[in-house]
């Protein structure tokens, strides 16, 4: 540096700026060199902040630098938790393949959000656990009504369906009257009981009588025999 600066003392000034500018460039590259060290999450799926309209059936996260490796006390994992911190994630380690790393979620999400909370090992050595939010926003099948946004029933509404269909069940159901039509009870019975014992009755009485007027002639005229 000495030397560079005794050669440069009697230079130009434009020559002695440019000297200077690229000794500034180079003190500043080796400054912030050690801020590129760490490696750091550069791609995900699905991304942060992300609305998916179909629920994803894995996680994927890509790092930076070389491979991911493990450390002493942390694993390298990956959770998928609900707003009830329920994870959603496969029971099993998440597979790592060199700067990837992926699970799977077994089940569809269901419509809501979720944070994708990531346990990791760089290559470097270093670890940290970090994590980002994404939501499911899948849309409604036909016919189908989120149970959720489901209004209730009017109160009034169903008690008033209710009475209505009380009322219908209470009422009789309306009959043609064929009464007209019938023929008469008692005219059957009369005819019915003339036609049987009452008939023979009669026919008995009538021969009783018959017998008499018989008998009363029969007397009167042996009665005149005897006279003469």
Not at 200 to 205: D, E, F, N, Q, R
Request: no cysteine; hydrophobic share 40%.
């Amino acid at each position: 540096m000495f030397l560079l600066m005794h050669a440069t003392h009697n230079a130009p000034a434009s020559l002695r700026l440019g000297i200077a500018s690229l000794a500034a460039i180079g003190l500043g590259a080796v400054a912030s060199a050690p801020a590129y060290a760490h490696d750091t999450l550069i791609d995900s799926n699905p991304q942060a902040d992300q609305v998916l309209e179909e629920p994803p059936h894995e996680v994927v996260l890509e790092f930076s630098g070389d491979g991911l490796t493990t450390g002493d006390s942390i694993t390298n994992d990956i959770l998928v938790l609900d707003s009830d911190e329920e994870n959603w994630a496969s029971e099993e380690p998440a597979e790592i393949d060199g700067s990837t790393m992926r699970t799977d979620i077994p089940e569809p999400l269901p419509n809501g959000e979720y944070e994708v909370r990531y346990r990791v090992v760089y290559s470097d050595g270093h670890d940290e656990e970090l994590g980002f939010n994404f939501e499911v926003d899948a849309p409604l099948a036909e016919g189908e009504e989120d149970a959720a946004l489901a209004e209730p029933r009017d109160a009034d509404a169903t008690e008033e369906a209710a009475d209505s269909t009380e009322t219908a069940e209470a009422t009789p159901t309306e009959t043609t009257d064929d009464s007209a039509d019938a023929p008469d009870s008692n005219a059957e019975d009369a005819s019915g009981q003339w036609g049987g014992p009452l008939l023979w009755a009669a026919l008995a009485v009538a021969l009783a009588g018959v017998a008499v007027v018989a008998w009363f002639a029969v007397r009167r005229r042996n009665r005149g025999s005897t006279k003469s």
